[in-house]
C-alpha cells in the first residue's frame, strides 16, 4: 500500500457524478482525497503523475473472466491473467469456476483467494458453480461458498439444462441477495455448432447455432427470476432476441442485469472466415443486426456491464481446426481500446457511461466495495488517454496465451497507467 497524487486529470468518477479537472491523493492505499473535498493534502512522499489530458477513473472491473487455475496452468494462472489485466487497466477481475477441480466448495473458494493473496496483480473475487462439478444435476452449497466469499454463482461455459435447478438457484439468490451468473445456450439446439447459424457457416458447411438457442434460455430465466424474486445476470450476451428480453424483463421490474462483451458489438460471424478459431467463442460471434441490437442495448441501459469472457487457450489448441479448438478468445489487454474505438469515439456512449459500464456498474452487481473514486474507497485508479493511438501488440501481452481476433488492430483511446491501492501495476514488459 503507498501514497501517490495524480495532478491535473480528468477525474470522472460516474458513481458520485464527478467530472472535473483536478488532483486525487490516495494515503496508505485508500483514496485520501479528491477534487476540492476537504482540506489538500500536502504530500511528500506520494509517487506524483501528471495525468494531463487523461482521464483518471476508477479501477477498472472485469466481471468475467477465465482464470485457469487451478488444472489449467498451462493456459493461464491467477498470476498470468491477473497480470494482463493489469496491463489491460483493470485492478480488480471476478473468474469463473470452470476450472479444474470445478470451484463449487467453500474450501475451493477460500484456495482461489489464497492463491491470488500470494500471486495475483489484482484484486481477485471468485464465482462458485451453480452445480456440482458444473455436470447440471446437484445444487452446490452455495450458502457455504457465498459464506466462504464467492461473490456470485455460475456454470459459465455451460448451461444449466434443468429448469427446477434454476428455479431452486434463483429462489436462494432471492434470499441472499447474491447474483445467479447465466450462459444461455439451449444445448440441444447448438449441439456440434462451432459457430453461428446463418450465411456464413453454410458457406462453410460448418454447423451452426441459431439464435433461438439463446434466446429461450434468456426467456425461460428471465421467467424464472420473476417468479422467484431472484437476481439474473446475463452473461456475454450475442443475440437481438435477448437484448429485447432482456429490455422487456427490466420493465416488468424483474432483477435482471446483463454484460455484452468487446467481440459480440464488434465482429460479425464473417470473422470466422478470415480468423478461423480465433473467431470460435461460445455463444458465436452473431450478425449486424445483432451488433446494433447490443449497441443499442449498451446505450438504453438494458445492457448494464462491460466484460471480456477473457478465454486463454493455448496455440496448439487452437490450432486443432474450427471443429476440435476449445471455445474462447483472450480479452483482458484490448477491452478498453475497442469500448473507445466502437462506443465512445462513434457516439454510441459517454466517457462517464463507458467507465460506469466497467467500474460502479459491475461493481453494484457483484457487491463488491470497489468502482469509485470515493474517499475512503480503494486507491484503485485506472488513467486513460482517449485519444491515443496504437496497435495490439501480441508480443507484449503477459497473458500466457494470445489467441484474440485482434491482433494488429489500430486502435484509438488506451490506459496508459494503472493503479491498485495506490501502487503501479500492469507495467508492459519490452517487445520480444
Ligand atoms: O467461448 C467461451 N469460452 N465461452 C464460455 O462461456 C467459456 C469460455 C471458456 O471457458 O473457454
Redesign the pocket.
Known amino acids: 500500500m503507498s501514497d501517490a497524487f495524480i495532478t491535473n486529470g480528468r477525474i470522472m468518477d460516474p458513481a458520485n457524478n464527478i467530472d472535473e479537472v483536478g488532483a486525487l491523493f490516495i494515503a496508505n492505499g485508500r483514496i485520501a482525497w479528491v477534487n476540492g473535498s476537504g482540506k489538500p493534502p500536502e504530500p511528500q512522499t506520494a509517487d506524483v503523475y501528471n495525468a494531463a489530458g487523461l482521464v483518471v477513473a476508477p479501477g477498472l472491473i472485469d466481471m468475467h473472466v477465465?482464470l485457469r487455475e487451478p488444472g489449467f496452468e498451462h493456459k493461464e494462472t491467477i498470476a498470468t491473467g491477473t497480470a494482463a489485466a493489469a496491463v489491460g487497466g483493470f485492478t480488480s477481475v471476478a473468474c469463473?469456476a470452470?476450472t479444474l477441480p470445478v470451484i463449487d466448495t467453500p474450501e475451493k473458494i477460500e484456495q482461489i483467494y489464497d492463491i491470488a493473496n500470494e500471486t495475483a496483480e489484482t484484486s481477485v473475487f471468485p464465482f462458485g458453480s451453480i452445480t456440482k462439478n458444473l455436470v447440471g444435476d446437484e445444487l452446490t452449497d452455495m450458502r457455504g461458498m457465498y459464506s466462504a466469499g464467492a461473490v456470485g454463482f455460475s456454470d459459465?461455459?455451460v448451461t444449466v439444462m434443468n429448469s427446477a435447478l434454476m428455479r431452486d438457484a434463483l429462489t436462494l439468490s432471492a434470499e441472499l441477495g447474491f447474483p445467479i451468473m447465466v450462459?444461455c445456450e439451449e444445448h440441444n439446439l447448438n449441439a456440434g455448432a462451432v459457430m453461428n447459424l446463418g450465411e456464413t457457416s453454410r458457406k462453410l458447411g460448418l454447423i451452426g447455432s441459431p439464435n433461438a438457442a439463446e434466446d429461450i434460455i434468456v426467456a425461460r430465466d428471465i421467467m424464472l427470476a420473476e417468479m422467484t424474486g431472484g437476481h439474473l445476470h446475463v452473461?456475454?450476451v450475442s443475440t437481438a432476441g435477448a437484448v429485447e428480453l432482456i429490455r422487456q424483463g427490466k420493465h416488468r421490474g424483474v432483477h435482471v442485469t446483463a454484460e455484452a462483451c468487446p467481440h459480440h458489438w464488434v465482429l460479425t460471424d464473417k470473422e470466422v472466415e478470415k480468423q478461423g478459431t480465433n473467431a470460435r467463442?461460445?455463444?458465436p460471434l452473431r450478425t449486424q443486426s445483432d451488433i446494433d441490437a447490443i449497441i443499442e442495448g449498451l446505450r438504453d441501459g438494458t445492457i448494464d456491464a462491460i466484460a471480456t469472457?477473457h478465454?486463454p487457450?493455448t496455440p496448439q489448441e487452437k490450432a486443432q481446426g474450427m471443429l476440435d479448438a476449445?471455445?474462447?478468445?483472450t480479452g483482458l489487454e484490448t477491452c478498453v481500446p475497442l469500448v473507445f474505438t466502437y462506443l465512445v469515439r462513434p457516439g454510441h456512449l459517454t466517457v462517464s457511461e463507458a467507465i460506469a459500464k466497467m467500474t460502479s456498474i459491475p461493481a453494484n452487481i457483484l457487491g463488491i466495495d470497489r468502482g469509485t473514486l470515493s474517499v475512503g474507497a480503494a486507491g484503485d485508479v485506472t488513467v486513460i488517454d482517449t485519444d491515443l493511438v496504437n496497435q495490439v501488440d501480441v508480443t507484449k501481452s503477459r497473458s500466457k496465451s494470445q489467441n484474440t481476433p485482434f491482433a494488429g488492430w489500430e486502435l484509438n483511446g488506451w490506459q496508459t497507467f494503472t493503479l491498485r491501492e495506490g501502487n503501479r501495476i500492469g507495467v508492459r514488459p519490452r517487445s520480444r
Open positions: 477465465h469463473m470452470n459459465d461455459g450462459h452473461l456475454h467463442m461460445h455463444p469472457d478465454a487457450h476449445p471455445n474462447g478468445i
